[in-house]
Nanobody, 113 residues
Framework: QLQASGGGLVQTGGSLRLSCAVS????????MGWYRQGPGKQRDVVAH???????NYGDSLKGRFTISRDNTKNTVWLQMNSLKPEDSAVYYC?????????WGQGTLVTVSS
């Protein structure tokens, strides 16, 4: 299971740190990702981190967002800085194991202007 948390209401320019705790799946062998889905929009990739820590980011997010992981805590984080209203969305953590995708329940981020 994936349990996401850390969302909330923040002003433009503010920061939030999302967490995703993984249980029941061997975390250290998993590539992990964060996705987001705004109102009326498709779900898009935000960031991705491999088992060895290689990271990738969605368009224009690198530099503001940072994904990290701690295999001893079975947790992946998404640090979001300089937030903009267009970053408002439900954020989901994600992984895939043996062809099956696993999604967290989503955590809502709202950035006020």
């Amino acid at each position: 299971q994936l349990q996401a948390s850390g969302g909330g209401l923040v002003q433009t320019g503010g920061s939030l740190r999302l967490s995703c705790a993984v249980s029941g799946i061997p975390f250290s062998i998993l590539d992990m990702g964060w996705y987001r889905q705004g109102p009326g929009k498709q779900r898009d990739v935000v960031a991705h981190i491999t088992t060895n820590g290689t990271t990738n980011y969605g368009d224009s997010l690198k530099g503001r967002f940072t994904i990290s992981r701690d295999n001893t805590k079975n947790t992946v984080w998404l640090q979001m800085n300089s937030l903009k209203p267009e970053d408002s969305a439900v954020y989901y953590c994600n992984t895939r194991l043996l062809g099956t995708q696993f999604w967290g329940q989503g955590t809502l981020v709202t950035v006020s202007s």
